[in-house]
């Protein structure tokens, strides 16, 4: 009996725990897109690793996180920046070279030949590299996006959750019952 008890408590705990962190994605996702942002925890996005330009340091497929940009004159040279181009597409790389007192920055991928043709300006920087990264969870985040992905990841899982539940509601109402039948 004892360990029934412990069990139903462990469970109890994971449910609660999954049902405050689906909560919690929700809320961020809902606040980031009603401000007009990209979703964020905190002062700090997820972004994927799209090329090899950063690597070893950051692995094709990774997830990192970086720090939004407060004040974007206040770089140094070896810092890791994720930047907007002209064509709107996010870059990050290592900065070789402070210009203008940080108005704008030579930046370089650790893994590319030479510099970036462009000159980083201050007021295009999304935020800073935080050191964190997960390795190849970019792919599983890019399968989400698709068809397949959400019916593995989100319509699967849900049956999963009714059909536990369906069980649940079943046992307590078989327990329910028994008493009624031993008077």
Same mark, same amino acid.
């Given at each position: ?12 705990? *994971?449910? %609660? ?5 689906? !909560? =919690?994605?929700?809320?961020?996702? @809902?606040?980031?897109?009603?401000? $007009? ?42 810092? *890791?920046? %994720? ?5 709107? !597409? =996010?870059?990050?790389?290592?900065? @070789?070279?402070?210009?203008?007192? $940080? ?81």
């Amino acid at each position: 009996m004892k360990l029934k008890t412990m069990l139903s408590w462990i469970s109890n705990i *994971v449910t %609660t725990v999954l049902i405050i962190l689906l !909560l =919690l994605a929700v809320f961020i996702v @809902i606040s980031s897109r009603a401000a $007009g942002g990209e979703p964020s925890l905190f002062g700090y996005q997820f972004k994927t690793v799209l090329s090899g330009s950063m690597e070893p340091e950051m692995q094709t497929g990774s997830v990192i996180l970086i720090e939004q940009a407060e004040n974007t004159a206040e770089f140094n040279k070896g810092d *890791v920046i %994720t930047f907007k181009t002209k064509e709107n !597409l =996010l870059i990050t790389h290592r900065i @070789i070279e402070v210009q203008n007192k $940080g108005q704008s920055y030579i930046t370089q991928g650790d893994n590319n030949n030479g510099p970036d043709v462009e000159p980083v300006l201050a007021q295009n920087i999304v935020g800073k590299y935080s050191g964190f990264t997960i390795p190849y969870a970019g792919y599983a985040l890019h399968y989400l996006n698709t068809g397949q992905g959400a019916v593995l990841f989100l319509i699967i899982p849900g049956f999963i959750f009714l059909g536990y539940s369906a069980i649940t509601i079943w046992r307590a109402l078989r327990l329910i019952e028994v008493p009624k039948e031993a008077n």
